[in-house]
């Protein structure tokens, strides 16, 4: 098994920025690579970005591109997700995940392994 652990959510202006974590441990050779996703009040959670765990790819939705920034350290076995120019619409729970083995995976369902997740809160 693999436990994720996020840490770094809370309330920030709109234009202003936040750096969450993700911490792994277990496993950690299962692990393929690391996503983060996001549910806002009221709906789906959505896929924002996944990097592959060597840091050769990495893939994000067009609704934060430009904007977010994902990395991984391997010698901490943590994931990060750098979000910058923040909007309003991007209040949500954050959540770190991962996959093992299995090619490009952006769904929910495809990822074998979840953190508890992180709020995040943009005021305008």
């Known amino acids: 098994q693999v436990q994720l652990v996020e840490s770094g959510g809370g309330l920030v202006q709109a234009g202003g920025s936040l750096r969450l974590s993700c911490a792994a441990s277990?496993?950690?050779?299962?692990?393929?690579?690391m996503g983060w996703f996001r549910q806002a009040p009221g709906k789906e959670r959505e896929f924002a970005a996944r990097?592959?765990?060597?840091?050769?790819?990495?893939y994000y939705a067009d609704s934060v591109k430009g904007r977010f920034t994902i990395s991984r350290d391997n010698a901490k076995n943590t994931v990060y997700l750098q979000m910058n120019s923040l909007k309003p619409e991007d209040t949500a729970v954050y959540y770190c995940?991962?996959?093992?083995?299995?090619?490009?995976?952006?769904?929910?369902?495809?990822?074998?392994?979840w953190g508890q997740g992180t709020q995040v809160t943009v005021s305008s």
């Open positions: 995940a991962a996959h093992r083995p299995g090619g490009l995976r952006v769904r929910v369902r495809e990822f074998d392994y």
């Open positions: 277990g496993r950690t050779n299962d692990i393929y690579a």
């Open positions: 990097i592959t765990w060597n840091g050769l790819g990495s």
